[in-house]
């Protein structure tokens, strides 16, 4: 059965409306924007356009919660309701992963297995590692004692991506709240319903009224930039592009907050002669086309050691040709439609740069037959280009990947350090010195060897270069959820 027909009469689209202070608010003028669906191109609904009052109104009542009940909340306490948002969150799965679908054009079997379980998982790791939390202290022979007590960050501004909105928005709000911080939440504007939803769950769970904030709207003179510039906001969080980064750093240096990002990647997928190639093959089908390859942690550039390079692409064309297109809620499909028609139009553009470079389309490179409507587009495999192409160097978010031989390991060193991003980069090697030497010389935030896509979420995660400033994960993220103070005590 198509998988729709079962969710249908439980789970239909939702107009989004802010939600600021614990209620469903309209803005202040009543003006919307439409939702559209990429799968079908058919508008889904209204979303409530924000700007300045709106966020203004969100960041004053998250300022009055921060001196309010959630203030006087044990550890204990705060991570039981953490916990109790992930159960829900389970609880209303289904729902969740077909309005997540529904916004993203993902497939939906990939929505509730990858996205919400996920999300649930957010929740419940920083419940857990909230109650384990310390600080240090230290003795200064008999003269004094030194320790440290940590404190909310106060009013977090969380400006999210429409890639993987309800994943990467638990990611960050679960520690924001497990510090004791007050968040005001910008989702993607292609993306609304499921940060609508999860406001409501949060309620249910016990967060005071306040703590959480949502405002949607877009991001350069509207909601997106009211956040950044806030006076009363102090730490801004945010996941996209490094352009946007970069407005987000000028707009927030006047009141010097503290930022945290996850930016672009142009990931390299390194493969040498004597790993695994049915091993590498299976896992980099998933790192170049998983969610459409709208991933910035995607594997995008693909290096393959000259002696295997044939029989690596030959194979990686076949199965890459075997991966069904089209409908997300259709059992068995492995790629969705792309965000939107301008992200579709940048795609498709960049297959058209390939060909002008004098690169060959050996799979995909086009939108598949069988779909009019939607923005579909067929996982792309280019070859044939060097070092300096386009295609090879910008991030390109969508599924398409370059493959390019290479001969030592000196050699692809330097072509995976040879750009201006650095966030994750993977490793094909069955030679255990030569793994730690290459992982030791790859400028990325997060390698991997023999795997991709493998999080534990205690460890740190972010980029380098333009790919990021700072790290999240564990202790990392309260790193930047909350300040320290030093107490020294004369004895």
Not at 193 to 214: R, S, Y
Not at 272 to 287: G, N, Q, Y
Not at 434 to 456: F, M
Request: net charge negative; glycine share 8%; proline share 4%.
């Amino acid at each position: 059965m198509h998988i729709k027909e079962k969710l249908a009469s439980k789970v239909q689209p939702i107009d989004c409306r802010h939600f600021i202070n614990g209620e469903y608010v309209d803005s202040s003028n009543h003006k919307t924007f439409e939702n559209i669906n990429p799968a079908t191109e058919k508008v889904m609904g209204k979303v409530a356009e924000g700007g300045e009052k709106e966020v203004d109104l969100a960041v004053q009542s998250a300022r009055k919660a921060l001196k309010g009940p959630w203030k006087d909340l044990t550890s204990k306490e705060r991570s039981s309701i953490l916990r109790r948002i992930g159960d829900l969150i389970l609880e209303r799965k289904e729902e969740l992963a077909t309005l997540e679908s529904l916004d993203t054009g993902k497939p939906y079997e990939m929505a509730l297995e990858v996205d919400i379980t996920r999300a649930a998982y957010n929740f419940h790791f920083f419940a857990d590692y909230l109650t384990s939390l310390g600080t240090e202290s230290y003795q200064q022979d008999n003269q004094a004692l030194h320790y440290s007590i940590r404190r909310p960050v106060g009013v977090v501004g969380m400006i999210n991506p429409w890639n993987l909105p309800m994943l990467l928005l638990t990611w960050k709000m679960a520690p924001c709240l497990a510090a004791g911080n007050t968040a005001v939440i910008k989702p993607a504007e292609w993306t609304p319903m499921t940060a609508t939803v999860l406001a409501e769950i949060c309620k249910d769970a016990g967060v005071p009224d306040g703590v959480v904030n949502i405002v949607h709207g877009f991001g350069p003179d509207s909601a997106g930039s009211a956040i950044t510039k806030h006076p009363q906001v102090d730490a801004v969080t945010f996941t996209g592009e490094t352009k946007t980064g970069t407005a987000i750093m000028q707009a927030a240096a006047p009141t010097l907050k503290k930022l945290s990002y996850e930016l672009g990647g142009k990931n390299p997928n390194i493969i040498f002669a004597d790993s695994d190639i049915d091993e590498v093959i299976e896992t980099t089908l998933k790192s170049s086309f998983m969610n459409q390859g709208e991933v910035c942690l995607c594997g995008s550039r693909i290096y393959v050691e000259r002696p295997i390079y044939e029989a690596f692409l030959d194979k990686f064309v076949s199965r890459t040709k075997e991966l069904k297109v089209g409908d997300p809620f259709k059992t068995g499909t492995n790629v969705g439609a792309v965000i939107s028609k301008e992200h579709y139009d940048r795609v498709t553009r960049y297959i058209e740069i390939a060909k002008e470079e004098g690169g060959t389309i050996v799979a995909g490179g086009g939108r598949p037959d069988h779909e009019e409507k939607g923005f579909f587009i067929e996982p792309t495999i280019v070859t044939g280009l060097n070092r300096n192409s386009r295609c090879v160097r910008e991030e390109i978010f969508g599924p398409m990947v370059t493959v390019l031989p290479f001969d030592t390991e000196e050699d692809v060193i330097e072509q995976a350090n040879d750009t201006h991003y650095g966030l994750g980069a993977t490793i094909w090697t069955n030679d255990l010195r030569r793994a730690h030497r290459v992982a030791s010389q790859i400028e990325a935030g997060i390698i991997w060897v023999n795997t991709w896509y493998l999080r534990d979420l205690r460890t740190p995660f972010g980029g380098l270069k333009q790919s990021g400033i700072g790290r999240e994960g564990g202790m990392h993220s309260f790193e930047f959820y909350s300040e320290l103070s030093n107490v020294t005590v004369k004895l």
